[in-house]
């Protein structure tokens, strides 16, 4: 079974505080996607990582691909109220072009002002 | 350049009767993807369709649960006899032909209650 582990799943911190969550799993992707989610929407795309300790930045967001395409980051600077809601992973297989992605069970972050 | 649309967003069905959910991929897209979001838990990968053909059912129940992508028109998820299990957010997804599946555009989906 292809599993996503992200961690922590919860995370409060106060406005100006910098966090990192964290991707991982046994299994090598072609790809990597980190979504963010709010509450009674679809996951919208953050960003997608490919080549292996690819470095992307938006805005405060730092993602990072592990060397050997199995985990992955995503470092926030300074976070904001506006920074609130679930950020997802979701990881792609493979050559053959099967389409599925597999997700992680995401991480709700609260910002408080 | 609208987005993936979904409709309906919310959709009540009792026990037994068929629940029909219906995804318009983003122009230029080809390839459509159904996801299931249960309460509690994440995503999970149903079905990956491209025009006219099923590429990958492999995240389908056995039973009940059919999807179709034709020619013209919307891509449907179809479940029969609906039972309170199937209660969920179910979520569409569409990619272009040229990457792969790699990045794949949601819709807000359709929260379907079973009572």
């Known amino acids: 079974t292809q599993l996503l582990e992200q961690s922590p799943q919860f995370l409060s911190i106060q406005e100006g505080e910098n966090l990192t969550v964290y991707c991982n799993s046994s299994?090598?992707?072609?790809?990597l996607q980190w979504y963010r989610q709010e509450p009674g929407e679809g996951p919208v795309l953050l960003v997608t990582?490919?080549?292996?300790?690819e470095v992307k930045k938006l805005k405060r967001l730092t993602f990072q691909f592990g060397d050997a395409r199995k985990d992955s980051s995503l470092h926030i600077t300074a976070a904001q109220p506006g920074d609130t809601g679930l950020y997802l992973c979701?990881?792609?297989?493979?050559?053959?072009?099967?389409?599925?992605?597999?997700f992680g069970q995401g991480t709700t972050l609260q910002v408080k002002p | 350049n609208a987005g993936v649309m979904q409709n309906p967003r919310h959709l009540v069905r009792r026990r037994g009767q068929e629940a029909r959910l219906r995804c318009s991929p983003m122009?230029?897209?080809?390839?459509v993807y159904w996801y299931r979001q249960l309460p509690e838990e994440g995503l999970k990968f149903m079905v990956y369709?491209?025009?006219?053909?099923?590429?990958?059912e492999s995240g389908m129940p056995k039973e009940r649960f059919s999807a179709e992508f034709p020619k013209e028109g919307p891509s449907i998820l179809r479940i029969q006899q609906v039972v309170r299990g199937d209660s969920a957010a179910y979520f569409c997804?569409?990619?272009?032909?040229?990457?792969?599946?790699?990045?794949?555009?949601f819709g807000p989906g359709t929260r379907l209650t079973v009572t």
């Open positions: 369709l491209q025009k006219e053909n099923i590429i990958d």
């Open positions: 299994s090598v992707f072609s790809s």
């Open positions: 997804a569409s990619s272009p032909p040229s990457n792969k599946g790699r990045e794949q555009y």
């Open positions: 990582v490919v080549t292996g300790g």
């Open positions: 122009k230029g897209h080809s390839h």
């Open positions: 979701a990881g792609a297989h493979g050559s053959s072009n099967t389409g599925k992605l597999i």
